[in-house]
């Protein structure tokens, strides 16, 4: 079918957090590479940020109400919020959003609706509007089968805080602690609305899930699910890579002349994603680690802003003192956003210290880089699993506290000799990480493979487009 010559009106509706929002804009260039018009509805400054980053897109601007919840104005996402009070403002604006994005697809109708799962206010503008919607979550199809698993069985799970089983499962998979009652009570009605969509976009390829994931996916929801990721993938330029989501704090020069300056596979990347931030005993126990095993680091730490009267000493008082000097050769901090793309792939990374969010875990993946492993909240530890006792891709840290939240204080200490002993594992070129390595390696390569013609999710993103050009077709017109 020449999808040039026919092609169908798709609008995109990101939710405005990194996680989500720049994996979703990257799989809709997928679309827009397949002659599809693609509109992202968004706001001022990430459609600043799309310009930029992904310039084949068409944007529709909304304003976002961030002074009519009681948020700064100017905050329009969800990276710089650092307490659970702004992060549930940030989360009723993006309710607020409904009036003027449902006003504009009123007035120009798509074919389909592509949005967010955590926009359930979309359910109704699609239904009320007559237009089909497919959904994202920004979750392995792994994640999302084992939570419809433990929600169809939360009844038989007697453990409310301790290990347990995911059950009805391919795979037997014990989780470290049930997850807080807040995530589910949340994150339940999003996930029954998600299945009263056309079908689920999955920003993955299928042989990372494998296929009997997506087998057991199907047989417990009825739902269709289309693997067309990964959406790093689409980014192949070093210049891509650096300008993916905010503007880095380190140029792309500096970043490959300290890299390009260090053996293969010797250096250790540590970035907790966008949103995550450890209280500074935390970090403090990490720099320790660290220091303890003499390895090569990148270490990505969100800009930590004290008070106007402390001096810098007491800001950096995560640090131990004289860390900075005695390992300047081989340590390089980066204070705020980094170009992680470009970071994870080049031949000096050698492993990944990651928090486990999907996009990260998903980029380690396709760089073909082992990841140490160290979940704090939501997804991250089902995502862990996968990563680790399923792939055989990455070994854990330790991390057994399943936070509501990814930044405040946390009961539980991850000390520095379990960090310094997982780094080691990755690093001391033992047989398990010479066997993890490989592993690691191999689905990097099928990760490239998969978006190059032929590969699966390049013939996903076919199926799926076929698929909806007949629904459309079958429909009688309004």
């Not at 660290?290 to 995560?318: H, R």
């Not at 390992?327 to 470009?342: E, F, H, S, T, Y």
Request: charged fraction near 25%; aromatic fraction near 10%.
């Amino acid at each position: 079918m020449d999808f040039q010559q026919r092609s169908l009106k798709l609008h995109f509706i990101p939710y405005l957090a990194a996680g989500h929002f720049i994996p979703l804009c990257d799989l809709a260039t997928l679309f827009v590479s397949r002659g599809q018009h693609v509109t992202v509805i968004t706001t001022p400054s990430n459609a600043q940020i799309l310009r930029k980053s992904n310039p084949s897109l068409h944007l529709h601007i909304v304003d976002f109400p961030s002074k009519e919840v009681g948020l700064d104005d100017g905050v329009q996402t969800m990276t710089n919020l650092d307490n659970l009070t702004n992060s549930a403002k940030f989360y009723r604006a993006a309710m607020l959003l409904r009036g003027p994005i449902e006003l504009f697809v009123e007035q120009h109708r798509p074919d389909y609706i592509v949005a967010d799962f955590l926009y359930p206010w979309v359910d109704d503008m699609a239904n009320n509007l007559g237009i089909p919607r497919l959904a994202f979550n920004g979750f392995s199809l792994f994640t999302v089968s084992a939570m419809e698993s433990v929600k169809a069985h939360s009844t038989t799970l007697h453990s409310e805080t301790g290990p347990f089983d995911i059950p009805d499962f391919p795979h037997h998979i014990t989780m470290c602690s049930r997850p807080p009652k807040m995530f589910t009570k949340f994150m339940e009605p999003l996930l029954g609305l998600e299945l009263k969509s056309y079908g689920l976009i999955v920003n993955n390829f299928e042989e990372l899930d494998g296929e009997e994931y997506v087998h057991h996916y199907e047989k417990i929801t009825g739902h269709k699910a289309w693997h067309i990721g990964p959406a790093c993938m689409v980014r192949r330029m070093a210049q891509e890579k650096a300008v993916r989501g905010e503007k880095s704090v380190v140029s792309e020069q500096e970043c490959l002349s300290w890299l390009n300056s260090k053996p293969a596979s010797s250096v250790v990347y540590i970035c907790f994603g966008s949103v995550c931030r450890f209280p500074d005993k935390q970090l403090f126990e990490m720099a320790c680690g660290m220091e303890q095993g003499g390895y090569n680091f990148i270490w990505v730490v969100p800009e930590k802003k004290g008070k106007e009267d402390e001096s810098e000493e007491e800001k950096e008082k995560w640090l131990p003192k004289g860390f900075e000097e005695r390992n300047k050769d081989q340590v390089m901090i980066i204070r705020g956003w980094a170009p992680q793309l470009l970071i994870l792939s080049h031949s000096s990374v050698g492993a990944f210290l990651t928090h486990c969010g999907w996009n990260s875990t998903l980029e380690g993946t396709s760089a073909g880089v082992p990841m140490i492993t160290w979940p704090v909240q939501g997804d991250q530890f089902y995502n862990e699993r996968l990563i680790t006792q399923v792939r055989g891709i990455g070994v854990q840290v330790g991390a057994t506290e399943w936070s509501i939240i990814g930044f405040g204080e946390r009961q539980k200490l991850v000390d520095r000799d379990s960090i310094h002993n997982a780094i080691t594992r990755l690093m001391d070129g033992a047989d398990e990480a010479v066997q993890i390595r490989r592993r690691a390696r191999r689905f990097g390569e099928k990760a490239k493979k998969a978006l190059q013609h032929g590969g699966s999710s390049h013939n996903n993103l076919t199926a799926l487009i076929e698929d909806l050009m007949r629904f459309k077709d079958s429909k009688p017109l309004q």
